[in-house]
């Protein structure tokens, strides 16, 4: 058992039993001269610092040295299981060919199917885990996890294989099937894609207890409504809750399919409508935005989040991407840097939005994402005075400690 003590700050962001929208996205439950008390992995008590002695008298000591404290980030979108690089693709759109043109001319994420494929279970495990490790480094304690870089049944299941095994190190992983990710070389169409998916590889992934959540790239050019209707509808009848790439690059009326179907998130929705987008908040879908893919991608247009959380009222969460190609980046808290610049959220907004909204969005909110009694004590010692540092000193690491179920990491 021990006690954090000395914190300038401490951001609760307390679990209002459901995801937060509207007004609630820019409450932090700011709280000081309190401490935390941590018994094994739970947060046991949280109560002011002058009283700790009395009633916790000998107690161990974590001094936060007047640093900010905050609950582990949640990244509710993930790429991390991969082989391969695509360093060449970046070199090739800092010399301006556009991230459609490579997928066209094979390259984008066939390179990384390849390369996914050939790659052994043992190297895959072993790159992925050094990956979750860098991920604890910048604070993010939850995450989830997804294949698609496989497209047949062998390397989707070596790619969540791998996903699962890496609970071992860090249990509050969620892993999503997203065998419907790009059409593989060796199909002709995306129906006939969708519907060998359909038959041969999720009910396998589902009778092996693979994965919690099924995902689809519903765009131009990729994969159409109907094919996510289809196969979302048939993930469904196994027990995988949907999710979806929504209008991510043109609108393709995949945040009216997120609506349909129930999915618990829709992700990307740059080009959704405005209609969809309140038919999500009717159907508790919530928003995941991912704007450092768009950085990265050089796009000059962002999401509407200010539409989205000041008219509609949407939940919004922000997750990475990180992804070999289009955004090769864990950082969150550059994420919510390029959220609060290219979106005008406010450093309140994005700090809501990658934890305890980020916790929803993956089904994690019992136990991760906001500092409170009976949670999982996955916490964060920040180097920073207040939480709008956190956007404001951009492009470092702050963390200085993490915290994860109780065990302090670094
Ligand atoms: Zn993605």
């Known amino acids: 058992m021990y006690a954090i003590v000395n914190a300038s700050e401490i951001l609760q962001i307390k679990d209002n039993g459901k995801p937060r929208s509207g007004k609630e996205m820019s409450e932090l439950n700011l709280i000081t001269d309190h401490t935390i008390v941590i018994d094994k992995e739970k947060i046991i008590d949280i109560l002011p610092e002058k009283e700790l002695k009395n009633k916790y008298p000998n107690i161990k000591l974590i001094d936060a040295q007047y640093n900010l404290v905050m609950p582990g980030l949640c990244d509710s979108h993930t790429h991390l299981v991969f082989g391969g690089s695509r360093h ?192 999500m908040k009717e159907n508790n879908v919530i928003a995941t935005l991912l704007p450092a893919t768009l950085y990265n991608l050089a796009k000059k247009e962002y999401p509407k989040a200010r539409l989205m959380i000041d008219s509609i009222k949407l939940p919004v969460a922000l997750a990475s991407d990180f992804n070999p190609g289009s955004c090769y980046c864990e950082n969150l808290f550059l994420t919510m840097h390029i959220a609060c610049q290219y979106m005008k959220m406010t450093p309140a907004e994005v700090i809501v939005a990658t934890t305890i909204n980020g ?6 909110e019992k136990d991760c994402g906001s500092i409170q009694i009976g949670k999982n004590a996955d916490i964060l010692i920040i180097d920073a005075p207040n939480y709008q540092y956190l956007p404001y000193h951009f492009g470092i690491n702050p963390v200085k400690k993490v915290i994860k179920r109780g065990v302090v990491l670094q």
Request: overall charge negative.
């Open 359 to 364: 916790a929803y969005a993956m089904g994690l």
């Open 88 to 279: 060449v693709e970046f070199e090739m759109r800092a010399s301006g060919i556009d991230y459609m043109e490579i997928h066209r001319k094979g390259g984008g994420i066939q390179s990384s199917v390849n390369a996914t494929r050939k790659i052994s279970e043992e190297k895959l495990y072993r790159t992925s885990l050094k990956r979750l490790k860098d991920l604890f480094k910048y604070g993010t304690t939850s995450v989830e996890i997804k294949s698609g870089y496989g497209l047949d049944l062998e390397t989707e299941m070596k790619q969540l294989k791998v996903a699962n095994k890496l609970k071992d190190l860090n249990p509050d992983i969620k892993t999503t099937f997203l065998g419907a990710h790009s059409k593989p070389e060796e199909f002709d169409t995306h129906t006939e894609f969708i519907e060998y998916l359909n038959k041969k590889v999720l009910p396998v992934i589902a009778d092996e207890g693979l994965a919690d959540f099924i995902d689809i790239f519903c765009e131009k050019g990729v994969f159409s409504p109907d094919d996510a209707r289809k196969h979302l509808n048939e993930g469904k009848k196994y027990g995988l809750i949907p999710k979806l790439h929504a209008d991510e690059l043109a609108y393709s009326k995949a945040a009216e399919v997120a609506s349909e179907v129930g999915a618990i998130s829709a992700d990307h929705l740059l080009c959704a409508s405005e209609d969809a987008l309140s038919s």
